[in-house]
């Protein structure tokens, strides 16, 4: 639950677009192609470009390949905020 609120108010970043967003700054090129984002992510291609849509999506990555039918060449974009708890965890919460 606290996951989804702190998405919800835009302060914390789901952690599969987090890892999408390091995975192409790790790869460390100015431009990064899908089929690269697969290897370094080891997951199918139709994940990543999911992934790699909402990403763009929230501009934390740049699909800068404007040409319809191309393939993507992903670049990075707005700097992701820091993770902040939103909520404190249940067990924080509790009376020892």
Do not use: H
């Amino acid at each position: 639950m606290a996951d989804l609120f702190a998405e919800g108010v835009g302060a914390s970043v789901p952690a599969i677009v987090r890892e999408t967003v390091e995975a192409v700054a790790a790869i460390d090129q100015e431009e990064v192609a899908l089929g690269q984002l697969v290897e370094k992510l080891k997951i199918d291609k139709s994940v990543v470009s999911r992934r790699v849509g909402q990403a763009v999506k929230w501009g934390y990555l740049v699909n800068r390949e404007t040409r319809k039918g191309r393939s993507a060449w992903i670049a990075l974009g707005d700097l992701m905020p820091e993770e902040v708890e939103v909520l404190p965890k249940p067990q924080e919460l509790s009376a020892d």
